[in-house]
């Protein structure tokens, strides 16, 4: 069982530099969303997606990208990293209404 | 707007001790709630939730919740933590129309023989 797969785990850019977090999901899931974790500020929204075709902004989505080609994909674009950018990236799915999110194990992204 | 307050940042405790963290959401129609928890160096995992029914709910590794719904509260609970217990939890919540978390800052526990 694959679960959630993000790839890579670790990541180190340049400010100004872009980049692609992948996330995929062998489970059929129509909901994937992507977070930040950041110390004392816990995991927040990026965006979301509910399905192929459908995404949409959330607590913080300046800065990202996103898009939903298939139901089992939903890459992270980071288009000119910035320092802010600095955190650990979790993408996470769950199946529609079951409201159980499964995350994927991360990716520790540094933005000097 | 949903939010989840959880109100100790960092708790220290011997093993056998007993634990109790605080959550508190606001919002004003039906949730859903949930604890995770993230032990060093791993992703989130779901430690135990609450959608309806009993509000004493129980979860793994000897873990329970209650939800009081008059005091907006789901605090998490242990008899008694063990070393393997440190980790750090996340409380947080969702409305039931929709998959959308939203996330406590989190409790970092520590747990000391």
């Known amino acids: 069982n694959a679960g959630v797969t993000q790839t890579p785990k670790f990541q180190v850019l340049k400010t100004g530099q872009s980049m692609t977090l992948q996330c995929a999901q062998d489970?059929?899931?129509?909901?994937m969303s992507w977070y930040r974790q950041d110390p004392g500020m816990g995991l927040r929204l990026i965006h979301y997606?509910?399905?192929?075709?459908?995404?949409d902004q959330g607590e913080v989505p300046n800065g990202y990208n996103v898009s939903r080609s298939t139901t089992e994909d939903f890459p992270l674009r980071l288009l000119s990293a910035a320092p802010s950018q600095t955190s650990v990236y979790f993408c996470?799915?769950?199946?529609?209404?079951?409201?159980?999110?499964?995350f994927g194990a991360g990716t520790r992204l540094s933005v000097l | 707007a949903q939010s989840v307050s959880q109100h100790n940042h960092h708790v220290i405790l011997s093993e056998a001790a007993s634990l109790e963290l605080g959550c508190n959401y606001s919002?004003?129609?039906?949730?859903?709630l949930f604890w995770y928890v993230q032990y060093p160096g791993q992703h989130l995992q779901l430690l135990l939730k609450?959608?309806?029914?009993?509000?004493l709910v129980k979860g793994i590794k000897g873990f329970e919740a209650e939800f009081i719904k008059s005091k907006f509260s789901f605090n998490l609970r242990k008899p008694s933590v063990q070393w393997s217990d440190t980790a750090e939890y996340f409380c947080?919540?969702?409305?039931?129309?929709?998959?959308?978390?939203?996330f406590g800052t989190g409790t970092r526990l520590q747990v000391f023989p």
């Open positions: 996470a799915s769950s199946s529609k209404g079951k409201n159980i999110q499964y």
């Open positions: 489970m059929n899931h129509e909901y």
């Open positions: 997606s509910v399905g192929a075709g459908i995404t």
């Open positions: 919002y004003g129609g039906t949730v859903n």
């Open positions: 609450y959608f309806s029914g009993d509000p």
């Open positions: 947080a919540v969702s409305n039931p129309n929709t998959d959308k978390l939203i």
